[in-house]
Nanobody
Framework: QAQLVESGGGLVEPGGSPNLSCAAS????????MSWHRQPPGTARELVAS????????NYVDYAKGRFTIARDNTKNILYLRTDDLKPEDTGVYYCRCPFKAMWGQGTQVTVSS
């Protein structure tokens, strides 16, 4: 069964830099664009970044530029989201997605609080 499983979230202090991972299983995600999204409390899910199959063309929404880095390892079937200098407003559930397959992971909670 194809699935996406995120990990790496948790409670971090402001300024923290957790690294998130998304492991794909049951299919090879190399041919597909992949993306990270997040859902802050009480708001709609929003795009953070996407990356092309080769991994050399990342795209970021404005708030993510300079503080988030999306990357992928097609040999391991893993998508990454490296973060830097997180703020309380970055709190939310972070999801990875394979848009072509309309597939979402279950999400990993990131809470930024002192």
């Amino acid at each position: 069964q194809a699935q996406l499983v995120e990990s790496g979230g948790g409670l971090v202090e402001p300024g923290g830099s957790p690294n998130l991972s998304c492991a794909a299983s049951g299919f090879l995600f190399g041919p597909f664009t992949m993306s990270w999204h997040r859902q802050p409390p009480g708001t709609a899910r929003e795009l953070v970044a996407s990356i092309n199959p080769d991994g050399d063309q990342p795209n970021y929404v404005d708030y993510a530029k300079g503080r988030f880095t999306i990357a992928r390892d097609n040999t391991k079937n893993i998508l990454y989201l490296r973060t830097d200098d997180l703020k309380p407003e970055d709190t939310g559930v972070y999801y990875c997605r394979c848009p072509f397959k309309a597939m979402w992971g279950q999400g990993t909670q990131v809470t930024v609080s002192s």
